[in-house]
């Protein structure tokens, strides 16, 4: 990675940020190198194809953990309490949605 520091960090908030710029994308590939432009682009989740925002790379890892007692690790606990006050129907959907069954094993297919 061709950042430097805070400046790197900045500049990239700038380009890929909650309000990019094509002026912001121009200077941050200029300065730093289509490689780099183009890793942290992913690493923000930001679009090359428009001037959508991005996410903050240090703050997306918080907002992919899932509640759902199916999703991997299985929180068996959780799956026992929401049996026994949800319908099976209701968990049924939730274990479908990470390809589950009830039961916590993979769905067939």
Known sequence: MSQ???????????????TPTLAARGAYLK????????????????S???????TRPELYGEQTKSKNPWADPINKAEIVRLLSTLSTATC????????????????RR
């Open 48 to 54: 090359a194809y428009n001037l959508k925002p991005g």
């Open 4 to 18: 430097k520091g805070d400046a790197g960090i900045a500049d990239a908030a700038l380009a890929f940020g909650p």
């Open 92 to 107: 049924s959907q939730m274990a479908k949605s990470q390809g589950k069954q009830i039961s916590g094993a993979p769905l």
């Open 31 to 46: 300065q730093y190198g289509a490689a780099a432009f183009e890793e942290e682009r992913i690493k923000w989740r930001a």
